[in-house]
């Protein structure tokens, strides 16, 4: 069975978000987020459920420091809670939210695991969205107001920071198809939403350069590579347009300072533009978002089959019976994550790359002892480890792996329905146990390595 030795410096590391695990709704002056408020409409959240307890990080991180000690983490990607520290959206930021922030971050210093910050994992505050939400120009300078408050706090001790993550999902998800916060279905909103997500990016970037010694900053984006159904024409235009919004939308403005031409004329006939000319883009904006980054964030989690649909536009085919899918619908495919990283890096030529989120969804039941055993995680993990050496092999700039999640949590839309955890967290009690695939990333970790042995199920 062939090992695969991982860089002496590669980063091992687990991620999560502020409003997937902490609760704490109201706890040291927070205000309501975008996704406090949304998750009160009816019908928002599938199980009915809400985000204000969701895992207690806020009062157990002591515990969960720990344990990611335990596990042998190099590095802790979180986000801030933007609602902790500007509750108001804007003015003087929450001192008691700085401290949470500062506490945790000496903690993690402490037990000599890296903080790896995301400012905004999607939950604006509330009164911002009253404002306007992303699809404002008004939010940008919010944004940016935000970042030099956490910036100035914590930047003595933190070097990496990640102005959005998947700001696809923000703007998409959030003001084109309505199924996430605030819900909104009007694709020029959402238009102009993504535009102010890549400006305040840029804009962030500087005052992170300007406030941290020897910053390392990037951006974090979900990116889906399309396969077509069939080799129609029909099905490759499809696969074409699916990419071009969902992964060039963002790449290009950031690496070349454009919009992709051809999904922009894809919008003009939709008719979500009126012409090519994109009236939200202001001058010096473009070189404003092009600012070089230090490291690309890569979240990985399938691939995309389409098929055209209605006037050619992609919808999502359906998958055969011999696909194996995870519990969220989306289809395992480990080989997408290597040609994914070297195209990236083919056409963009990224500084480095770090893989910030990959992980599955499973059902599943403890036993009697309260213990997880899920051989479908290790294996997952497993093959997407190997995917990532392949592409350490090619030539890929890839510094790190961070496994989405250090434990159950919030899944959005979804509520308390999927579990992406390392750690099982009992939702009633609380308490956190580790599954078997922990045991397995510590000795994975510990090993430097992966092996296609099925290691530990
Ligand atoms: O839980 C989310 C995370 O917040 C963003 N990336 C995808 C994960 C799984 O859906």
Not at 31 to 42: H, N, P
Not at 280 to 309: C, H, K, W
Request: proline fraction near 7%.
């Amino acid at each position: 069975m062939p090992t695969y030795q991982f860089p002496e410096d590669f980063v091992w590391g687990v991620a999560t978000s502020a409003q997937q695990i902490e609760g704490g709704r109201n706890a040291g002056g927070r205000g309501d987020s975008v996704w406090d408020r949304y998750a009160l409409q009816e019908g928002a959240i599938e199980d009915g459920s809400d985000p204000f307890t969701a895992c207690d990080h806020y009062h157990r991180w002591r515990e969960d420091v720990d344990l990611m000690s335990w596990l042998g983490v190099d590095a802790y990607r979180f986000s801030i809670s933007w609602s902790r520290i500007m509750p108001d959206g804007k003015g003087l930021p929450n001192a008691a939210g700085l401290d949470f922030y500062d506490r945790l971050v000496d903690a993690l210093l402490a037990a000599g695991i890296e903080p790896f910050i995301t400012l905004n994992h999607w939950d604006m505050p509330a009164a911002l969205t009253d404002e306007g939400g992303w699809p404002s120009r008004d939010t940008v300078a919010a944004f940016v107001e935000y970042t030099r408050a956490v910036t100035s706090r914590l930047g003595d001790r933190v070097r990496s920071w990640t102005t959005h993550n998947e700001p696809w999902c923000v703007a998409t998800l959030g003001y084109e198809e309505g199924h996430h916060a605030p819900g909104h279905k009007d694709p020029e909103e959402a238009l102009r939403a993504a535009h102010h997500l890549l400006l305040s990016h840029g804009l962030a970037l500087r005052a992170i350069r300007e406030q941290v010694q020897d910053p390392s900053a990037g951006i974090v984006l979900n990116l889906v590579p399309a396969r077509p159904h069939s080799d129609t024409d029909e099905d490759r235009e499809a696969a074409r347009r699916f990419e071009g919004f969902f992964n060039r939308w963002y790449l290009d403005p950031l690496y070349r300072g454009e919009y992709p031409e051809d999904a922009v004329r894809d919008r003009v006939r939709r008719g979500h533009l009126g012409s090519d000319r994109l009236p939200f883009v202001e001058s010096g904006d473009m070189e404003i978002i092009q600012a070089p980054m230090d490291f690309l964030g890569v979240n990985y989690y399938s691939r995309a089959t389409v098929s055209a649909g209605p006037e050619g536009d992609p919808v999502r085919a359906p998958l055969g019976p011999d696909v194996e899918l995870t519990e969220m619908g989306w289809e395992i495919y480990p080989e997408g994550l290597t040609d994914l990283l070297v195209r990236v890096t083919e056409d963009y030529g990224p500084r480095e790359i770090f893989i910030t989120e990959n992980g599955i969804a499973l059902p599943e039941k403890p036993d009697d002892e309260g213990r997880v055993d899920d051989p479908k995680r290790i294996a997952f993990t497993r093959d997407h480890l190997v995917a990532a050496h392949r592409a350490l092999e090619r030539g890929v700039p890839l510094k790190g792996y961070f496994h989405w999640s250090l434990m159950d949590n919030f899944e959005w839309g979804h509520g308390y329905t999927k579990r992406f955890g390392l750690l099982r967290v009992d939702f009633e009690t609380l308490e956190r146990a580790p599954k078997a695939s922990a045991r397995w990333y510590r000795d994975t970790i510990a090993a430097n390595a992966v092996s296609d042995e099925p290691a530990g199920v």
